[in-house]
């Protein structure tokens, strides 16, 4: 990879694995910041966080778009996101003014948050070199990030729960720092302001598709940070440091794959790796349920996140490949993601509070699979060259 290509998988790695560290130790961490329930609480800090990644990504992308420049966008969000968690740190350390105000600053922290994050990719997704490899760039950062926070997360709340809120404030500030030293590739959009991100999928229905494959993908991202975790740790009887360690045989493949499986869908396309990786996906979410020891259940995982790998860079670079305004593009995709973890976070929380495990992790499978079944004939007729669809040298 070349220096800006390395240094933005960097801050995306950044981000989210200052996001992904909570996770782990989120029950401890909900009731450090006053709240008294469990799974209510850790349902409602993530889904907190996700409301202002829905309503502020497009926001973002779109100003980026119109500015015709991304990274002091990117500082300021990642520096509002480092006040955000520093003002939630000292307050939770020093007065007592309730969850719910908590749950305020933790939306605000979103907010800016989801602007370093989406911005980063899409100066990816400014950079040549191929739509796949830069997606894959992207993916295996993602992937990287997960992959270690939701481990050492875990080590991380076992040192004191408010801990991995400090290391993710200091992980923002390296991301701040590491943007300043970009150079900017994006070209000004002739559409300008906020409204850019509501139209463009009216103007481009076939951003759908990727944007439906995100949700679903998100979905089950948000089900595992909340109920998955919940599930292996009451039913395996796991620690926090443990049940990051489990989280971590899902993430550690998804992100090993992510770069040649990007690479891959440049050569032979996106359609097979989004289709068969997505089934994949739904069937391994159902088997983790289905394991009857941790052993199982944490080899399941494995095959979980190789599957993760085969769709996601795929999915992202088919968002480039249809784009316009990438800022809007990327903006929009990360608002159908955001809205699928914030779903699958409270979703599948409140399933798994009235109906149980069971059913919250069979509709998590049933979504991911059925969205390959719904949007299939779509994908096939999708008017891109087929060289990116299909991998061969027609042009639709």
């Known amino acids: ?62 100003l980026s778009d119109a500015a015709g420049r991304r990274v002091p966008f990117i500082v300021v969000g ?54 796949g490899r830069n997606m894959g760039a992207a993916g295996i950062a993602i992937g990287s990030g997960t992959a270690l926070g939701a481990p050492l997360g875990g080590q991380l709340s076992s040192v004191g729960p408010l801990v991995p809120l400090v290391v993710a404030a200091g992980l923002l500030c390296l991301v701040a720092l590491l943007a300043a030293r970009l150079q900017d590739r994006a070209v000004e959009s002739r559409r300008g302001g906020i409204g850019a991100a509501l139209s463009g999928l009216a103007d481009r229905p076939a951003l759908g598709l990727p944007y439906l494959f995100g949700f679903a993908d998100r979905f089950t991202a948000g089900f595992f940070a909340l109920v998955g975790t919940l599930y292996f740790r009451e039913t395996f009887d796991l620690d ?32 097979v790796p989004v289709v068969a990786g997505s089934v994949l996906y739904g069937g391994a979410v159902l088997a983790v349920y289905l394991a009857p020891t941790i052993e199982i259940a944490g080899a399941t ?37 955001s809205l699928g973890f914030l779903v699958g976070t409270v979703g599948g929380g409140a399933i798994a509070d009235s109906l149980g495990f069971g059913a919250a992790f069979l509709a998590a499978a049933l979504l991911e699979a059925g969205v390959v079944v719904v949007t299939l004939p779509l994908l096939v007729r999708l008017d891109i060259p087929r060289t990116t669809l299909f991998g061969d040298r027609e042009s639709a």
């Open 1 to 62: 990879m070349n220096t800006d290509r390395a240094t933005l998988a960097a801050m995306i790695f950044a981000v989210l694995f200052g996001q992904v560290a909570l996770y782990p130790g989120v029950p401890e961490l909900v009731a450090a910041l006053g709240a008294d329930t469990t799974l209510d609480a850790s349902t409602w800090f993530l889904a907190a966080e996700y409301a202002g990644f829905v309503l502020f990504a497009g926001v973002w992308g779109a």
């Open 78 to 131: 990642a520096l509002g996101g480092v006040a955000s968690y520093a003002l939630l740190v000292a307050l939770a350390w020093f007065t007592d003014i309730g969850f719910t105000a908590m749950l305020a600053l933790r939306f605000i922290e979103g907010s800016f948050t989801i602007g370093a994050f989406s911005l980063s990719i899409t100066m990816l997704m400014d950079l040549g070199g191929g739509h």
């Open 240 to 271: 926090a440091g443990m049940a990051g360690l489990v989280l971590g045989l899902f993430f550690a493949p998804f992100a090993l794959g992510q770069y040649p499986m990007g690479r891959l869908s440049d050569r032979i396309g996106r359609l």
């Open 301 to 337: 995982m494995v095959l979980l996140g190789i599957a993760g790998a085969l769709v996601a860079p795929a999915t992202m670079a088919l968002v480039t490949d249809l784009a316009t305004d990438r800022g809007t593009a990327m903006g929009g995709f990360n608002v159908f993601g």
